[in-house]
């Protein structure tokens, strides 16, 4: 059975916003437990989408380091996600870590 890949969506422009870093280091932690390929996005409080690359534990407090700006495409049909030099990553399941 192919594995999917699983984006982890968090952060947001919410009050909440660091609420859901902390969530989405909690379910990453699992997930790469289990070996599943997981593709955190983070949405910094002004909208704009990172790529996260580093560990769980380093999601919360300094995600910076390890992110990467990417875009949103649609093609009228398909979502992708663009990250400069970078094939799309098409998501299977999108797993929603975003508060208030």
């Known amino acids: 059975m192919k594995k999917q890949n699983l984006v982890l969506l968090c952060g947001g422009r919410s009050g909440e916003h660091r609420v859901s870093l902390f969530s989405a280091s909690f379910l990453l932690e699992r997930l790469q437990a289990l070996d599943h390929p997981c593709y955190p996005i983070i949405i910094d409080q002004d909208g704009r989408l990172y790529r996260y690359s580093g560990d769980a534990t380093g ?3 300094a995600w910076r380091q390890a992110a990467t700006p990417i875009t949103l495409c649609w093609d009228g049909a398909t979502a992708t996600l663009c990250e400069a030099g970078q094939p799309p990553l098409i998501p ?4 929603s870590c975003l508060h208030g």
Not at 92 to 95: F, Q
């Open 92 to 95: 299977d399941r999108i797993l």
């Open 59 to 61: 999601l919360p407090n």
